[in-house]
T-cell receptor
Framework: DTAVSQTPKYLVTQMGNDKSIKCEQN?????MYWYKQDSKKFLKIMFS???????INETVPNRFSPKSPDKAHLNLHINSLELGDSAVYFC??????????????FGPGTRLLVL | AQKVTQAQTEISVVEKEDVTLDCVYE???????LFWYKQPPSGELVFLIR??????QNEISGRYSWNFQKSTSSFNFTITASQVVDSAVYFC??????????????FGSGTQLTVLP
């Protein structure tokens, strides 16, 4: 009964490859996010989707393309992987409540290593 | 632009000591939310607390307590009688309305807490 799940947990791949990370939430939330955590543990938002619609798109190379087939899923596809893409990628979900109350719940993270 | 500063990069304490993790934020919004998350060595991000900008009451949950002071834009986190299992990276985060219905979380750089036996 995991709330926010991500697959795979670990991903090791060669430079230039294309890979995808999947995220699913069973919390019934409307909004989902992708964050990147670099080697210094710094967390930064990449994308956000609300009801399958892209609403936040930070300055991220267009090699990164999020896709939301339904509001419970938000996948991240990365083309032409580069060494600098090595990081931990976190998916999160949230539901805005009364008065704008919202808490983001995070998945376990996907550790991507590009060789 | 919003900003969260956690000036303490690393803290080491001996078990049973009390420890306070500092968080200072900057925002132009009058309505915002502050959060603390814990990232243990296993790597997941665990939500600890949310506090809205209109509620300056301090909160206590077991050995954890939070001190929100709007006048100094601080939201500090204290662990009383620390335990080895408290060893983790702790992140303070600020949420402002971005656009649409999403509130963008801005994280501090984290404080690595090590509790020694």
């Amino acid at each position: 009964d995991t709330a926010v799940s991500q697959t795979p947990k670990y991903l090791v791949t060669q430079m230039g490859n294309d890979k995808s990370i999947k995220c699913e939430q069973n919390l019934g939330h409307d909004t989902m996010y992708w964050y990147k955590q670099d080697s210094k543990k710094f967390l930064k938002i990449m994308f956000s989707y609300n009801n399958k619609e892209l609403i936040i798109n930070e300055t991220v190379p267009n090699r990164f393309s999020p896709k939301s087939p339904d509001k419970a899923h938000l996948n991240l596809h990365i083309n032409s992987l580069e060494l600098g893409d090595s990081a931990v990628y976190f998916c999160a979900s949230s539901q805005v409540g009364l008065g704008g109350k919202e808490t983001q719940y995070f998945g376990p993270g996907t550790r991507l290593l590009v060789l | 632009a919003q900003k969260v500063t956690q000036a303490q990069t690393e803290i080491s304490v001996v078990e049973k000591e009390d420890v306070t993790l500092d968080c200072v934020y900057e925002t132009r919004d009058t309505t915002y939310y502050l959060f603390w998350y814990k990232q243990p060595p296993s790597g997941e991000l665990v939500f600890l607390i949310r506090r809205n900008s209109f509620d300056e009451q301090n909160e206590i949950s077991g050995r954890y307590s939070w001190n929100f002071q709007k006048s100094t834009s601080s939201f500090n986190f204290t662990i009383t009688a620390s335990q080895v299992v408290d060893s983790a990276v702790y992140f303070c985060a600020l949420s402002e309305l971005s656009w649409g219905s999403a509130r963008q979380l801005t994280f501090g750089s984290g404080t690595q807490l090590t509790v020694l036996p």
